[in-house]
């Protein structure tokens, strides 16, 4: 097989969640520019991401669904992507939110909101889609986002940073367990965004030249910068890719 060729995800049925804006609906369409047709799942509409993938060429359906909403919530989701595209063959859990608080102050709802989001969607997804790919017979993908905090402790974001370590941990037990069903487990872990997450440290200016200051690239990450390794993670040319966490940081880690 050509060398390019193995980027190609024709044929594959992806679910992207929090697919209606920034990172989430970034990559979403770069599945669907490499060949995939995606579920786009949101507790709000995806019309502007349905509309760029359906725009591509690919099929395209939405879920709205509140993915705090435990198992039932994961089965709707991978139910719709069977009932609608056929199947899933990829699985990025991407959905998460941030709440900000200093520790002594940080309460109980703020801690659990965050967890409900970031850590039990990721694990009661994974694990309803992962049962579908197991019986389609034909392996799969699960990627995950995962944070700088899954390597760093962060300061007023303690619901976020353990989520986040946790994810990388989910990330390894999910590729040990599922590699002999030829689905693979990794995670991507964005460096600073420039998203509606991370508004409030932009618009700071100390903070916010502070945060340039030490990244090697000198500039905030955008959504698309995770296109690449997004499709690279999914797709054929990775099928050997897994348990990894890849941070695209623009060199962040690095200080």
């Known amino acids: 097989m050509p ?10 049925t992806a679910i992207v969640t929090g697919a209606s804006r920034g990172l989430g609906q970034a990559m ?8 995939a047709d995606v579920l786009a799942v949101d507790i709000g509409d995806s019309v502007e991401t349905l509309a760029r ?9 939405s879920c ?4 705090s909403g435990g198992a039932n919530a994961a089965r709707a989701m991978v139910e719709a992507a ?13 959905a998460g939110i941030i709440r900000r608080a200093d520790f002594l102050d940080f309460s109980q709802k703020d801690w ?6 970031n850590l039990d969607a990721v694990f ?5 889609a992962a049962r579908r790919m197991v019986a389609q017979g034909r392996g799969g993908r699960i990627i995950s986002i995962a944070s700088m905090l899954s390597f760093q402790g962060g300061v007023r974001v303690p619901s976020y940073t353990a989520s986040k370590s946790a994810v990388a941990g989910l990330t ?27 508004t409030a440290l932009r618009e700071d200016p100390a903070r916010n030249q502070a945060i340039i200051d030490r990244i090697p690239l000198g500039r905030w990450g955008e959504p698309q910068d995770l296109a690449g390794m997004t499709v690279f993670l999914a797709s054929p040319a990775a099928a050997y890719c897994t348990g990894t966490v890849y941070p695209v940081d623009g060199g962040w880690l690095a200080r």
């Open 53 to 61: 993938i359906r725009a591509l060429g690919r099929r395209a359906a």
């Open 124 to 128: 009661h997804g994974s694990q309803q």
């Open 112 to 117: 659990d909101d965050v967890m409900r989001v």
């Open 64 to 67: 709205a669904c509140d993915l």
């Open 28 to 35: 979403a369409v770069a599945l669907a520019e490499a060949g």
């Open 3 to 12: 060398l390019l060729d193995l980027f190609r995800l024709d044929g594959r």
């Open 172 to 198: 390894k037990l999910m590729a040990n367990e599922l590699g002999k069903h030829g689905i693979t487990s990794n995670a991507i872990a964005p460096g600073y965004m420039a998203t509606d997450n991370t």
């Open 82 to 94: 069977c009932d609608q595209l056929g199947g899933v063959d990829i699985l990025l859990n991407n």
